[in-house]
Antibody, heavy 115, light 112 residues
Framework: EVQLVETGGGLVQPGRSLKLSCVASGFTFNNYWMSWTRQAPGKGLEWVASITNSGGSTYYPDSVKGRFTISRDNAQNTLYLQMNSLRSEDTATYYC????????WGQGTLVTVSS | DVVLTQTPSILSATIGQSVSISCRSSQSLLDSDGNTYLYWFLQRPGQSPQRLIYLVSNLGSGVPNRFSGSGSGTDFTLKISGVEAEDLGVYYCMQATHAPWTFGGGTKLELK
């Protein structure tokens, strides 16, 4: 059974950093691209970052480019999202997803950016 | 960026009724590899999104066959043939052909 379990969310002040983790199981992790998608409270879905299966290439929308970094450790079956210079508009539930098919999503981890 | 426009934003239906949701793209979603990376998701209240349809018309694993997807280029449709109570929630289309990948604004399916 495929499982994606996100951790690392919490309350953080504007301008500070936070690192999310997603542990994957039930499939061959290094065969798949992976992504992060977020959802602000009461709002729609927004793609945040993707990484190729080898980790050699990464992709971001302009809203987080230069502030967020996606990475992976294929030996540990773990996906990461390093979030720097956080803003109030980054407040959201962050989901780890197996890309490009998006068949599997984690339960999400809530990040709240507030002073 | 590709803009996906979903209509309607709210859909009221009775159990057993057939309904359709439209997703229109600001540009063609046909990729140079021949695939059209258009997906449909359902998010039930308090849950993570669930993929229903991938590559326009392919039914996801375990998804009931009352769901179907169609379309090409810039116009896509999700149809539910006989709404059931478990289908209530918010439906999203998404494209992964053009970076940045983008989602539609969502369609809330509620009981009439």
């Amino acid at each position: 059974e495929v499982q994606l379990v996100e951790t690392g969310g919490g309350l953080v002040q504007p301008g500070r950093s936070l690192k999310l983790s997603c542990v994957a199981s039930g499939f061959t992790f290094n065969n798949y691209w992976m992504s992060w998608t977020r959802q602000a409270p009461g709002k729609g879905l927004e793609w945040v970052a993707s990484i190729t299966n080898s980790g050699g290439s990464t992709y971001y929308p302009d809203s987080v480019k230069g502030r967020f970094t996606i990475s992976r450790d294929n030996a540990q079956n773990t996906l990461y999202l390093q979030m720097n210079s956080l803003r109030s508009e980054d407040t959201a539930t962050y989901y780890c997803t197996r890309a490009r098919g998006f068949a599997y999503w984690g339960q999400g981890t809530l990040v709240t950016v507030s002073s | 960026d590709v803009v996906l426009t979903q209509t309607p934003s709210i859909l009221s239906a009775t159990i057993g009724q057939s309904v359709s949701i439209s997703c229109r793209s600001s540009q063609s979603l046909l990729d140079s590899d021949g695939n059209t990376y258009l997906y449909w998701f359902l998010q039930r209240p308090g849950q993570s999104p669930q993929r229903l349809i991938y590559l326009v018309s392919n039914l996801g694993s375990g998804v009931p066959n009352r769901f179907s997807g169609s379309g090409s280029g810039t116009d896509f449709t999700l149809k539910i043939s006989g709404v059931e109570a478990e289908d209530l929630g918010v439906y999203y289309c998404m494209q992964a052909t053009h970076a940045p990948w983008t989602f539609g604004g969502g369609t809330k399916l509620e009981l009439k």
